[in-house]
């Protein structure tokens, strides 16, 4: 099964924009790409989600290439609170459509 | 509006022990997912099922997990025997509808511990 592969780790400064790239050279042609951010202890939960092209919403925007085999998690101001792992979740073919998490991205955020 | 409910929240056996999760879906979600998530990787999906029946149990390990999903609202994932290696958070999520679309609501997971 191919991988969805992510940074392992980024770190920024509160304020800044932070982007955070997920390759996912196989995915299947009807799916969405879904990024969720992840707490300790606590279940994933949705940032953005799109399928080609550029998505905005108050909290992030993502940026899909047209041949969408790679995908950006843009935050634009990141503070404190935004430190967390950070998952996209695509669709990959071969051998079935299968629903497959990235490998995440740990954010640390510092003043 | 309800989250995803899952139950118990943590949980510790012995190996060739025998385990169940529980997963109460949000209200009206056709789509029901159970999840592996082994510390420092991303989730997994074990299976899916769209209301009553199973879309997707290509990664479950049939030899000793099972799940159901009864009058496809509530669903139980079930580990017979457990080894060492099933240590993991088990994630359940809903969504309203088609799983490569719609977005997907996780509960807080069920963190299994097996020595």
């Known amino acids: 099964l191919a991988k969805t592969t992510q940074p392992i780790s980024m770190d920024s400064y509160e304020g800044q924009e932070v982007n955070i790239t997920c390759s996912h050279n196989?995915?299947?042609?009807?799916?969405?790409i879904t990024w969720y951010q992840q707490f300790p202890s606590q279940g994933p939960r949705f940032i953005i989600q799109g399928y080609k092209t550029k998505v905005t919403n108050e909290v992030a925007s993502l940026f899909i290439p047209a041949d969408r085999k790679s995908s950006t998690l843009s935050l634009p101001r990141v503070s404190l609170s935004d430190t967390a792992v950070y998952y996209c979740?695509?669709?990959?073919?071969?051998?079935?459509?299968?629903?497959?998490f990235g490998t995440g991205t740990q954010l640390k955020v510092e003043l | 509006e309800a989250g995803v409910a899952q139950s118990p929240r943590y949980k510790i056996i012995e190996k060739r022990q025998s385990v169940a999760f529980w997963c109460n879906p949000i209200s009206g979600h056709a789509t029901l997912y159970w999840y592996q998530q082994i510390l420092g990787q991303g989730p997994k999906l074990l299976i899916q099922?769209?209301?009553?029946?199973?879309?997707?149990d290509s990664q479950l390990p049939k030899d000793r997990f099972s799940a159901e999903r009864l009058k496809g609202v509530d669903s139980t994932l079930k580990i017979q025997p457990a080894k060492l290696e099933d240590s993991a958070v088990y994630l359940c999520?809903?969504?309203?509808?088609?799983?490569?679309?719609?977005?997907?609501?996780f509960g807080p997971g069920t963190r299994l511990t097996v020595l």
């Open positions: 099922f769209q209301n009553n029946g199973v879309v997707d």
């Open positions: 999520a809903s969504s309203l509808g088609g799983p490569h679309t719609d977005t997907q609501y």
């Open positions: 979740l695509v669709g990959i073919t071969g051998g079935g459509n299968k629903l497959t």
């Open positions: 196989n995915i299947a042609t009807n799916d969405y």
